[in-house]
């Protein structure tokens, strides 16, 4: 493949520009063979500096992470990662399966907070709150950071009372107020024209696509800041998948998402930024045309092209 001329890198992250190198053929076991500057770090188990392009320095951000580890027990899932995650932009997180993405998204509304044995080192802040401060209201900060799932979770009651269930738990009772939510939030998440005269139907009666579209609208319904999304379309069949998509693209300017795909053409579509993860480490992050058409590193390269992964 011809070589591609490489971009300055993001200074203020600390990252010096490194020079690109060949990474070796996948193994038979379809893991990539230790050759390349980033696998032999890692396989040595040695700090390295992610390479973050330049496009991100003129970017808001609206979250911030920082030299963030997090362990399970004795084991290690992320490694130092630092990444800025620009407001009213898609950030897709990309990489082998167990390298660290479902885990990284779940650590920033504090999910693994639920496991006894994690424990956590480094910052994260949303709009320059730190989400782990001593005394931080976890409920608080899920309303500002909402989350759809890898597979469809509508709760066992009517359409209408999923979307406003954040509404319900604060306390709100007008129904005036209840009804303009429960429109707004369906009409942006597409779902409206399919559900307005069955808003009382269980949302168990929905489709597969139509479910994911909800949780969406219970999670809209909260204003939230920032909108993770777990593999979304990972369930759904291809005609769905495509109406996830659309709304993603939709959605985004009015929030700032942050979701994990295994999918490359997903990615590439949906996404402006895309990080790639491998083994729990930040490899290469940049805007996303950049990242599958003119990466810095062979290793991105090599992962984004199918050579391994």
Not at 23 to 35: F, R
Not at 74 to 80: G, I, K, Q, T, Y
Not at 156 to 170: A, T
């Amino acid at each position: 493949m011809t070589e591609i001329a490489r971009k300055p890198t993001l200074a203020q992250y600390e990252l010096t520009p490194q020079p690109r190198k060949s990474a070796s053929p996948p193994s038979m076991n379809g893991a990539p063979s230790i050759s390349g500057r980033v696998f032999q770090a890692i396989a040595a188990n040695e700090p390295f500096t992610a390479e973050v392009h330049a496009g991100l320095a003129n970017e808001e951000h609206v979250l911030e992470i920082e030299r963030f580890d997090l362990w399970y027990g004795a084991s290690r899932a992320l490694h130092s990662i630092t990444m800025p995650v620009p407001k009213g932009k898609v950030t897709a997180l990309i990489g082998p399966s167990g390298c660290g993405k479902s885990t990284l998204l779940r650590s920033v509304n504090r999910m693994n907070d639920l496991i006894d044995s994690v424990r956590i080192e480094g910052e994260m802040r949303l709009s320059g709150d730190s989400i782990y401060a001593p005394g931080q209201d976890v409920i608080e900060l899920r309303k500002r950071i909402g989350m759809v799932f890898q597979k469809p979770n509508p709760f066992p009651m009517s359409i209408f009372e999923n979307v406003v269930y954040s509404l319900r738990i604060d306390g709100e009772r007008d129904k005036r107020v209840l009804a303009e939510v429960c429109e707004a939030s369906l009409r942006g998440a597409s779902l409206w024209d399919e559900v307005k005269d069955r808003l009382n139907d269980s949302a168990l009666r929905l489709s597969g696509g139509q479910q994911q579209r909800l949780c969406i609208a219970r999670a809209i319904a909260a204003e939230p800041e920032v909108l993770l999304l777990d593999e979304p379309c990972s369930a759904l069949d291809p005609i769905a998948t495509a109406r996830i998509e659309d709304l993603i693209d939709e959605l985004k300017g009015s929030y700032s998402i942050l979701m994990v795909t295994h999918n490359m053409q997903q990615a590439s579509r949906t996404s402006d930024f895309t990080a790639f993860m491998y083994l729990g480490r930040l490899v290469e992050y940049g805007p996303t045309g950049d990242i599958f058409l003119q990466p810095h590193l062979k290793e991105t390269e090599d992962y984004i092209s199918g050579r391994f992964g």
